[in-house]
């Protein structure tokens, strides 16, 4: 019975909490609406009234002017009141910045300078605890001059140490990120040498940047950038195969001049003092394998087939003529045949060696520094391609090879444009150049050599330039054999 009438008693209790709060907010509500419909209906007759005044329309303005924020008030008290959902989120916006302003510091981070904080902080989220306090990271997409910033609000004695840190990490990751930037930087003062019983500083010249060099040049300037950034380094061999004429031996002299390496290190194999050195095996120790190699640097070993024809033909000769010495020793001058082994089995043997040293230099131990070893070589398949396909095969596998091609009706116009621009202010420069370039025939595909040399025998006048190519055929390609279909187009790549 005392039960049953506690539960009542409690009960009631309960509803007349709840009830009561409820009753004085909707008597409050009501009457407050009372009142606020009552001063709208004054304000309204108020400004209706003033237009039977004297001033009439002036009287009318005052009072709009007057009543308008009282009305506009009025009305906003209504919402609030009807929504109270409003006002709290209001509250609450008020006191989060009141908290934000006095306990809380921003770090503005956009995405170049302070990029590895961003990349500290990818992974957490939005109000996550951090020292038993929320750090709040506004990932919005606001825009600076182009970069994207991302705001971290940190309360700023709690989270000093977190901040300070993460700072810190970033500051020596982006110190590094400077250190390898400067090393590549560092490239841009190349140093040209070629060789001639040992390597003397020499002066490149300045090149057309062909279609050939500049994709080239592209590839290397990609590897020696990559090499650095991931501090990890080996010789990188190129082959450029093509026929005579296309510009291969021109490669040192545009790179020197471009900067992309520090160092340019240009090898003719067809001087005098390379046909005193018949041994294969040695032919590459006092080019390459015996010079140090202390900063960023790309040798280009050039005219390696007239080097191999003459090697070839001096051990041969050599060979030949010891065997007939042999014979006359032994058995006087009666000898009429000797045991030796064909030309072509000797040039075979000689060329698998001669591979075997190209390939030892790929596998030069103890690179420090990006290091670009091109080969220069005419119908490289047609030298190579009927020897042992486990020899031949190795090159095409380490080497990455590139195959130059002519000059078509674009670039010639290309390369007329630039020589013709150096030519201001001078005899040679041409006015209507771009009248006469007009009237190019559209199937060119010509060497850059030949072109070279019509430029020449025109003494530099582009009428007679470009009449010279337009009545000239193009010039057939020497050897049918130097198709390599393993060889990349570098036209193709731009």
């Not at 237009?51 to 709009?64: H, P, T, V, Y």
């Not at 992309?260 to 018949?278: L, Y």
Request: with cysteine; aromatic share 10%.
């Amino acid at each position: 019975m005392n039960l049953c009438y506690k539960e009542r008693h409690v009960k009631k209790e309960q509803n007349m909490s709840s009830i009561v709060p409820q009753s004085i907010a909707n008597i409050f509500e009501r009457n407050l609406s009372y009142v606020r419909e009552d001063v709208l209906l004054k304000e309204g007759l108020s400004v209706l009234s003033s237009i039977s005044s004297k001033d009439g329309f002036k009287e009318l303005i005052r009072k709009l002017c007057l009543s308008m924020p009282r009305i506009v008030g009025i009305v906003v008290l209504k919402q609030l009141i009807s929504n109270p959902e409003i006002l709290l989120s209001l509250l609450k916006s008020w006191a989060w910045i009141i908290i934000k302003t006095l306990m809380y510091d921003q770090q503005i981070v956009n995405e170049t300078d302070t990029s590895y904080i961003t990349n500290e902080i990818q992974n957490m989220k939005s109000g996550e605890i951090v020292n038993f306090a929320p750090i709040y990271i506004d990932r919005t997409d606001v825009y600076r001059k182009g970069q994207m910033v991302q705001t971290i609000s940190y309360m700023k004695g709690i989270h000093y140490f977190f901040m300070k840190n993460l700072n810190r990490m970033a500051t020596k990751k982006h110190n590094e990120y400077l250190e390898k930037e400067a090393a590549i930087n560092e490239t841009k003062c190349s140093i040209y040498k070629q060789y001639s019983n040992g390597y003397f500083k020499q002066n490149p010249a300045n090149l057309y940047p062909s279609k050939n060099l500049t994709s080239l040049e592209e590839v290397i300037r990609s590897e020696i950038e990559v090499s650095i950034l991931l501090d990890s380094y080996s010789v990188f061999g190129i082959l450029i195969d093509g026929e005579p004429g296309l510009g291969k031996s021109s490669l040192a002299d545009y790179i020197a001049t471009t900067k992309v390496v520090k160092g340019v290190m240009r090898v003719d194999m067809s001087i005098p003092r390379f046909f005193k050195t018949i041994d294969s095996t040695k032919i590459f120790d006092e080019i390459f394998h015996e010079i140090g190699i202390d900063c960023s640097c790309m040798f280009v070993i050039d005219e390696m087939d007239k080097y191999l024809n003459y090697m070839i033909d001096q051990t041969y000769n050599t060979l030949v003529q010891d065997e007939k010495n042999k014979k006359n020793n032994k058995s006087g001058n009666n000898s009429t045949s000797m045991d030796i082994i064909s030309y072509e089995d000797h040039s075979r043997q000689k060329r698998t060696e001669f591979l075997h040293a190209v390939l030892s230099i790929l596998e030069r131990p103890g690179i420090n520094h990006p290091c670009i070893v091109v080969f220069c070589s005419n119908n490289f398949d047609t030298i190579f391609g009927d020897l042992d396909m486990t020899h031949f095969q190795s090159i095409n596998d380490r080497f990455t090879r590139f195959r130059f091609e002519r000059m078509d009706t674009q670039e010639v116009i290309s390369y007329l444009k630039y020589n013709n621009k150096k030519f201001e202010n001078t005899r040679f420069y041409c006015r209507d150049l771009d009248i006469l370039i007009m009237t190019l025939r559209k199937d060119i595909d010509i060497p850059a050599r030949k072109l070279h040399q019509i430029v020449k025998l025109a003494s530099y006048d582009f009428k007679k330039i470009i009449h010279e190519i337009n009545v000239r055929p193009n010039y057939p390609i020497k050897s049918n054999k130097n198709k390599n279909l393993g060889a990349l187009r570098l036209c193709d790549m731009n």
